[in-house]
């Protein structure tokens, strides 16, 4: 959505409020698409001595697969976001002040920037989720499953001294 400024660049106090939905459903995040529902954006633009401030919020619920467990979830997403907008920069480059364009800005770019961003890496269904069993692939959240513990080779000696060890304090507690 392209917002036209150009009304109140120059009057002080002036605002102008904005509110319309984003849909971001082809964006793909590690292989997945977590926004299949619109995304509702709204805000204002405040002309504060000269200063055009832009304030908003972008908020929408993501579905996303755990990726430990591979369950199916949902979680909300919201952004706030905060940036100057300006004709035109004084000095060097200041990736925290949006350039207008002829007195518009383009509010799709702000905030699927701000969504996107915000992601996590890593989605998961609960804080302690087991996952699954790298063998069988049950979900070990349901329980244990009936694999036993496959031990890599390269880790079987010291396997071996901790079963000594663990057999040697058996017998010291015997005694």
Known sequence: MRLDLRDMIHRPGAVKDFAYEL???????????????????????????????????????????????????TEELHVPVETLLAEELEGEENDEIVLLDKGTVELDEIFSTACILDLDSKHLCREDCKGLCPTCGKDLNEGPCGCGKELDPRLAVLAKLLDKKEGSQDKDEEA
């Not at 000269?50 to 929408?60: K, Q």
Request: aromatic share 4%; with cysteine; glycine share 8%.
């Open 23 to 73: 849909d971001l459903s082809k964006v793909r995040h590690f292989g997945e698409r977590p926004f299949s529902r619109l995304v509702k954006v709204s805000g204002a633009v405040r002309n504060a001595a000269g200063a055009l401030e832009l304030v908003g919020a972008a908020e929408t619920v993501l579905d996303v697969v755990c990726d430990r467990c591979l369950k199916p979830i």
